[in-house]
């Protein structure tokens, strides 16, 4: 055996013993939390840490070792305080979201609504933004439990989301003399959740941002990562903030006014998830009235891009996993001038990209779900189309496929497969 490969084996012991130290680490942590969480003790004790740091620090003798181990060992610290702070955060409803800004809690429950006195802090001004389309009295109950409450009426979908609705919202905010503790809270769907979430992270340099997502898509995917932005000179999201909301409120009660088509565009949105991430939650949609398990579908849904955002939080990496479907999507989405909605274009653009049995399983899920397999656009304009989008590389176009389900994974496919793909993938 050489010298490298006994230097391997080396590293392999170390990295066994690293793994079991890590897991006895996060156990104990665990435990840290129970105890705190019980007895409203503040996770985040700094003169421990420092303490921590200073014994471990004697442990490693050689200076620059020591530098990188102590870089080491506050990464596994900070992972500590985030399982602590997630575990004194979460109840059987309430997800937590770490991010660069703190983390935040998401609640999901039928009837949450009506808690928005509880999750926000909304003793303040608070500008309430929604749309024409969102029933009025969504925003009225959450106004109702504010302390100076402001409603804004967007204009519905696209036409809010913009430099124009944006601008609006900052001057009312003018009149009202909002401040930097004053905060923003979105009642609507991803729309909406864009526009007011910009506006929160542009006035004063950025002020507090609830949201209260309306649609099923908003439920499923905007409600958690930070992403906010406006569509300006006609291209979407094309100016924007990564902006984490301080709390998000998911109360599938909401849907009950949502059109059907709606409902099943945001479902595509789920299964999505599902098909790139976990088997058994597709399974679960596949099974009975998804509609009647949303809330279970939604936590599960909400789990899993959670954990994307959190290894990824600037879509640099992993969470590029969700964009499963929408290299197709925008393709279509590009040549189908509107006619169809975003959600219908993802369940479109997903199906080229799996593995034949899995394709023939959900095309059978989506054709029950409602939404569209077959298209007849021409397969070459689609390719076209989707060359502009943004992930496009040198090689071709940044893609993710999946071969069953549960495994997505990324890599770069040529205009030619992509095409012959297509010409496969829909029913025709
Ligand atoms: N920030 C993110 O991470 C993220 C993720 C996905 C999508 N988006 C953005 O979200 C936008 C699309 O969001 P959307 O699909 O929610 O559409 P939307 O916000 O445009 O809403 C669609 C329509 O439904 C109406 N509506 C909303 N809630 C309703 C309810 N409960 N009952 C009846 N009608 C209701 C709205 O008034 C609107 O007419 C896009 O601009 C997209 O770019 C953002």
């Given at each position: ?26 156990e ?80 999901v ?56 609705g944006a601008?609006r ?9 909002f ?24 006035w ?74 976990d088997?058994?939650?597709?399974a ?21 891009k ?8 600037r ?11 929408h ?9 189908s ?8 274009c ?37 390719v076209?189309?989707?060359l ?30 992509l ?10």
């Amino acid at each position: 055996m050489d010298e490298l490969e006994l230097a391997r084996q080396e590293i392999d012991r170390a990295d066994a013993d690293l793994a079991a130290a890590f897991v006895r680490r996060m156990e104990a942590a665990s435990r840290i939390a129970q105890y705190k969480k019980e007895r409203g003790i503040p996770v985040f004790d700094p003169a421990r840490e420092a303490r921590v740091l200073e014994q471990n620090a004697r442990r490693v003798e050689d200076p620059c070792l020591r530098e990188e181990y102590l870089r080491l060992l506050k990464c596994a610290m900070a992972l500590s305080r985030a399982r602590q702070r997630r575990l004194g955060a979460e109840t059987g409803d309430t997800l937590w979201v770490e991010s660069e800004r703190g983390g935040y809690g998401v609640t999901v429950a039928r009837g949450a609504l009506a808690r928005a006195g509880e999750l926000f802090d909304l003793d303040r001004r608070v500008l309430v933004v929604t749309d024409r389309g969102v029933p009025a009295g969504y925003a009225a109950a959450l106004a109702e439990r504010c302390g100076e409450p402001v409603t804004v009426t967007l204009d519905e979908g696209a036409a809010g989301k913009s430099l124009s609705g944006a601008k609006r919202l900052w001057s009312v905010m003018l009149e009202h003399g909002f401040t930097r503790t004053d905060c923003v809270c979105a009642v609507g769907g991803g729309s909406v959740g864009d526009t007011a979430g910009f506006a929160a992270a542009c006035w004063m340099r950025g002020v507090d941002f609830y949201n209260v997502p309306t649609t099923l898509l908003a439920q499923a995917d905007a409600s958690i990562g930070g992403k906010t932005g406006l569509d300006v000179c006609g291209v979407k999201n094309s100016v924007g903030a990564f902006w984490p909301p301080r709390a998000v409120l998911i109360d599938p009660d909401l849907l009950k006014t949502l059109p059907p088509r709606l409902l099943a565009e945001g479902m595509a949105e789920i299964v999505k998830t599902a098909v790139v991430r976990d088997g058994e939650l597709l399974a679960e949609i596949e099974a009975g009235d998804p509609y009647e398990k949303i809330e279970t579908l939604l936590l599960r849904a909400l789990k899993i891009k959670r954990a994307l955002v959190e290894a990824d939080e600037r879509d640099e990496g992993p969470r590029r996993l969700l964009n499963f479907g929408h290299t197709v999507g925008h393709g279509v989405e590009a040549l189908s001038g509107g006619a169809l909605y975003h959600g219908e274009c993802v369940a479109l653009g997903m199906l080229p990209m799996c593995a034949p049995a899995l394709r023939a399983r959900l095309t059978a899920l989506l054709q029950r779900l409602g939404l569209p397999t077959r298209c007849a656009l021409e397969p070459e304009a689609v390719v076209a189309a989707a060359l502009h989008d943004k992930k496009r590389t040198a090689r071709g176009i940044a893609a993710v496929f999946a071969d069953e389900a549960g495994a997505g994974y990324c890599r770069e496919i040529s205009p030619d497969e992509l095409k012959s793909r297509i010409e496969t993938g829909w029913n025709r």
